[in-house]
């Protein structure tokens, strides 16, 4: 079981860019399908984007397509979220999160077995 680890969180003007990054360890990283979720205070826990084993097939949330990019490199065990014209209401806690399930991609919040410890994304107006 790999364990996920964020960063690259902080403070960001309304317009600019950010990437998050989280870094997985263990051997079988390739093995799961990676997502990033973000939760706002009083809000629930809401999907942001994922991408399957390969890196090949990708799927982002409405609110944030056209904006956000998730991407993946296996080979260091590592999965990115580029965030580019970002808005207050993007103000969150990001969280990586990782799942073993039988799908090519998938979007759900309790589909998701394995989380990181979250990292603050704060953009201000």
């Known amino acids: 079981q790999v364990q996920l680890v964020e960063s690259g969180g902080g403070l960001v003007q309304a317009g600019g860019s950010l990437r998050v990054s989280c870094a997985a360890s263990?051997?079988?990283?390739?093995?799961?399908?990676m997502g990033w979720f973000r939760q706002a205070p009083g809000k629930e826990r809401e999907f942001v984007a994922a991408?399957?084993?390969?890196?090949?097939?990708?799927s982002h949330a409405e609110s944030v397509k056209d904006r956000f990019s998730i991407s993946r490199d296996n080979a260091n065990n590592t999965v990115y979220l580029q965030m580019s014209s970002l808005k207050p209401e993007d103000t969150a806690v990001y969280y990586c999160?990782?799942?073993?399930?039988?799908?090519?991609?998938?979007?759900?919040?309790?589909?998701?077995?394995?989380w990181g410890q979250g990292t603050q994304v704060t953009v201000s107006s």
């Open positions: 999160a990782a799942t073993s399930a039988a799908y090519h991609i998938i979007n759900r919040v309790t589909a998701f077995e394995i």
């Open positions: 991408v399957d084993r390969s890196g090949a097939i990708k």
């Open positions: 263990g051997r079988t990283f390739s093995s799961y399908i």
